[in-house]
């Protein structure tokens, strides 16, 4: 994300509007705020099928509360996950 006000750890994760996840870490990213971004790491339900090209886009409610809405993907395949987010960078 370029920008994410609101996120944090725990933050809910839904497709279709049905829980799936949440928010489990975010770090900066970028050498200098010119090129600042977030990069938000997910950990999602084993159990449901989230295919390659979703799109997350972070939403908030009129009350205020902050989540990520998993846009459905072009992809016909599973997008491919990780046991652990380290697994990821390797």
């Known amino acids: 994300f370029t920008e994410a006000p609101g996120i944090d750890r725990g933050i809910p ?3 279709s509007g049905v829980r799936v996840g949440e928010v489990f ?5 970028g050498k200098d705020e010119a ?5 938000v790491t997910l950990a999602l339900d084993s159990r449901y ?6 799109i997350p886009k972070l939403g908030r409610a009129i009350i205020g509360d902050v989540s990520i809405d998993l ?3 072009d992809g016909e395949r599973r997008m491919p996950t990780f046991a652990t987010a380290t697994e990821s960078q390797k």
Do not use: M, N, Q, S
Request: net charge negative; proline share 5%; no cysteine.
């Open 71 to 73: 846009l459905p993907g």
């Open 13 to 15: 994760v839904r497709k």
């Open 25 to 29: 870490a975010f770090e900066f990213t």
């Open 49 to 54: 099928y989230i295919r390659e090209g979703t």
């Open 35 to 39: 090129e600042d971004g977030l990069l």
